[in-house]
Every structure is written in structure tokens, then in C-alpha cells.
């Protein structure tokens, strides 16, 4: 079984200009599953109305393709919004892939989202709108450089699990599965160990990335 992972999009956000090389992977005949690992859309960013007719055609594809599963993120509508506008999909917060996998967006392990959603939202959020105006991704670029900044610290490459929100993840999931796969940081990577496969699908808003799960390996692309 082929599967495609993709998280991240954020349509709504102006910084997303991929529709058409999403939909090209949409309408990839080869994957058996496509599963979307949370914030398709993104509810901070503009009025649901607009959103929704600007990218209907990629709402349509999705809601037309019965082998696709959505995982709900932070930054999409609530559970009952998204029934609303995928009938026929049901909305998950976690999704067990096979045997040895499940995927979820990952933003319950995020303390400082999950608790200050309020500040994230209502006041850091307008500076980030600001930034996006001119092209620049400022919570990524924030993401990135404290990422760089602990492995750094930890003298640890690039692909290793820094962040406590990836490590409360895999630990939660540890004695479950043997691969967990998420979004929400926006940092695409694939973390292999003895024990466990970590998997970060990145995002379409600065990196275009995506993950092909294929006899039981794990491959990040770039879109």
C-alpha cells in the first residue's frame, strides 16, 4: 500500500501559492490513502466564506476522493465546521494507519499553543498577519531558529527529536505504535530509531513538503 501524507496547508493563508501542485498530487493515481495531518485550512486568517470559494475546486477534489482521511488541526474549524464541508469524510483527532502507525497534528503536545491559544491568536497572531503581507513566514522562521538554537545545545543534528512537544508525542505513543506521524511545527524531518519512526510532514507554506509511506518506509518529498 502507497500512502500520501500532507499536512500543513493553510488555505486562507497568503503565503500558500501551491493549489495546483497539491491538486496535481490529489489527482496522483498511485496512492492507495491520501491522509491530511491537520490545519487544511486555516480559520485565524480570513472570513470561512471567502476561504471556502476561493479554493473550491481543491475542496470539491477532496470531498470527491473516497480514499482520503482528514485529521483536524488547530488552525482548521471545529469538528462540526468541517463535517459541514467534507459530508462525506468523517473528521479525526487521531487516525490509526495500519498495525504500526497512526497519525495525528500534534498541537496537543504543544504546551504554549495549547494553553496560551488566547495569546497566539488574539495578539501575537496580528503580527504574524503583518509579516505574511510581505512574504515573510514569522512563526516558521520563529519555530526554525529556536529548533536551531536547542540542537545547537544538544549537539544533536537536525533530524532528532528537540523539541519537548515532539518527545511527549512519541512518548505517548511509544508502547502503541511503532511509527507516529504529524504536522503542526511546520519542520519537516524524519526522526529513525531503534524503537520508534517519527515523522514530520512540514508544511505548504514555506517548505511544499510531503510524505510517501511505502512497504513500511517512510520518504520526505519536496512538492
Avoid at 473550491?56 to 482548521?76: F, T, Y
Avoid at 491568536?121 to 536551531?148: C, M, Q
Wanted: overall charge positive.
Amino acid at each position: 500500500m502507497k500512502i500520501l501524507f500532507i499536512s500543513d496547508l493553510h488555505l486562507g493563508s497568503p503565503l500558500f501559492k501551491s493549489e495546483k501542485r497539491v491538486m496535481r498530487l490529489l489527482k496522483d493515481g498511485s496512492y492507495d490513502k491520501v491522509i491530511i495531518v491537520g490545519d487544511l485550512f486555516d480559520s485565524w486568517e480570513d472570513c470561512k466564506c471567502y476561504i471556502l470559494k476561493k479554493y473550491k475546486n481543491l475542496i470539491a477534489k477532496i470531498n470527491s476522493m473516497e480514499n482520503v482521511v482528514i485529521i483536524i488541526g488547530n488552525h482548521d474549524y471545529s469538528t462540526r465546521e468541517m463535517s459541514n464541508i467534507f459530508p462525506n469524510k468523517l473528521i479525526h483527532r487521531e487516525y490509526k494507519v495500519d498495525e504500526d502507525t497512526v497519525a495525528v497534528h500534534g498541537d496537543e503536545f504543544d504546551k504554549n499553543v495549547d494553553e496560551y491559544k488566547w495569546f497566539w491568536k488574539y495578539i501575537a497572531f496580528p503580527f504574524h498577519w503583518v509579516a505574511e503581507s510581505y512574504g515573510i513566514n514569522l512563526k516558521y522562521w520563529l519555530r526554525e531558529t529556536i529548533h536551531d538554537i536547542k540542537r545547537m545545545r544538544l549537539r544533536a543534528p537536525y533530524d532528532s527529536l528537540i523539541f519537548q512537544a515532539e518527545k511527549k508525542l512519541v512518548n505517548k505513543y511509544l508502547h502503541q505504535y511503532r511509527n507516529v506521524v504529524c504536522g503542526h511545527t511546520h519542520l519537516p524531518k524524519i526522526v529513525n530509531d531503534p524503537y520508534f519512526t517519527f515523522v514530520n510532514c512540514g508544511d505548504w507554506l514555506s517548505n511544499n513538503t510531503y510524505v510517501e509511506y511505502e512497504d513500511g518506509k517512510f520518504s520526505l518529498k519536496r512538492g
